[in-house]
């Protein structure tokens, strides 16, 4: 199976963070990266989609984050 996740935050270090992380992990980059700004919060925001392969069924109570 290939799991699927879309990692957000605000436009700082920690959003590079969290990327590379999931990198770490053996997750993989999936498209383009994209950047918006929050206007109810005033802040830009950033966002990437992560793959990776799993040996497992998909279940909706997976917690892709601990794949």
């Known amino acids: ?4 996740r879309f ?3 605000d436009d700082t270090s920690a959003f590079c963070h969290k990327v590379t992380e999931a990198l770490s992990k053996g997750w993989s980059l999936h ?6 700004f929050d206007a109810a919060r005033g802040v830009m925001r950033c966002g990437q989609a992560v793959v990776k392969e799993v040996d497992a069924d998909y279940s ?3 917690k892709l984050g601990q794949l």
């Open 31 to 36: 498209g383009d990266p994209t950047y918006s």
């Open 60 to 62: 909706p109570d997976m």
């Open 7 to 9: 990692l957000s935050e």
């Open 1 to 4: 199976m290939i799991a699927y």
